[in-house]
């Protein structure tokens, strides 16, 4: 875990999941993070946010990448 972000900010265990439900689990797991499900290989902004997790996925919408806050 990032000591940047407080709360739970990393997601190891959701790779090869579902997407969607990755994305619910994160936010219930941290309700300060806001789990955007998005597909891999798309441009996305470069800021760094504690209140954010990119959820990556394929196009079958499973998790490719550990989400984590930031």
Not at 14 to 43: F, M, Q
Not at 47 to 64: E, L, S
Request: glycine fraction near 4%; proline fraction near 6%.
């Amino acid at each position: 875990m990032s000591s940047e972000c407080p709360e739970k900010n990393s997601w190891p265990e959701l790779v090869r999941t579902n997407g969607d439900y990755a994305a619910s689990l994160i936010e219930r797991e941290n309700s300060k993070v806001d789990a955007i499900v998005i597909l891999e290989g798309t441009p996305v902004t470069k800021d760094f946010r504690c209140d954010r997790v990119w959820v990556w996925v394929d196009r079958n919408r499973i998790v490719v990448k550990v989400p984590t806050a930031g």
